[in-house]
């Protein structure tokens, strides 16, 4: 193409520069120019998608996200797939009713269509079922959150298992 371009940092300087070469007929033409912000920028994104790996990806927590409007799933963390049991490509193709035995899911959508935009609105954590991939109903804890998403109004949902918990709460009422 005729032109070669590289970035350079100068640690002396603590300067971030780019350099592109274009050649010229009288011999080299050099443009230098400071891409500091652009650099930091770059930086900032990447630590912050590092976060973002840590606090979904890698959350012991099952978590999903679905459109708000479509209510289709469009994230899901490792946790969710071995809680579910259900594979990531699986799990990115269902519709979040498909989570909720009876309908349960419809309770959830009436507390999020409230009208609240993304990011103003938590609701309490409530108690509720969810349906495994084998057809397994599970209590959960479940809380959520509304946020924007590659321009979605999106709910993250948060979800730890309670079915143990629940049958030794029952188990120890009987035998009060």
């Known amino acids: 193409s005729g032109q070669h371009t590289f970035v350079a940092h100068l640690k002396f ?25 652009l650099q930091a920028t770059q930086r900032l994104l990447a630590s912050s998608e590092q976060y973002n790996q840590l606090i979904f990806a890698d959350n012991p927590n099952a978590m999903w996200i679905f459109d708000r409007d479509s209510l289709r799933i469009l994230a899901v963390n490792r946790a969710a797939t071995v ?39 938590q609701c309490a954590p409530q108690i509720c079922k969810q349906k495994k991939s084998d057809g397994q109903l599970v209590l959960v804890e479940l809380a959520v959150g509304l946020l924007a998403l590659n321009g979605h109004d999106a709910v993250l949902v948060s979800i730890s298992d309670v079915t143990d918990r629940h049958l030794a709460d029952r188990s120890l009422r009987r035998e009060n």
């Open 13 to 37: 300087e603590h300067s971030w520069l780019e350099y592109a070469f274009r050649n010229h007929p009288a011999g080299c033409v050099v443009n230098i120019r400071d891409v500091a912000d």
């Open 83 to 121: 809680f579910y049991g259900f594979q990531r490509k699986q799990f990115l193709e269902l519709h979040m009713g498909a989570l909720f035995p009876d309908g349960e899911g419809t309770a959830l959508l009436s507390v999020l269509s409230n009208g609240k935009k993304p990011q103003s609105a």
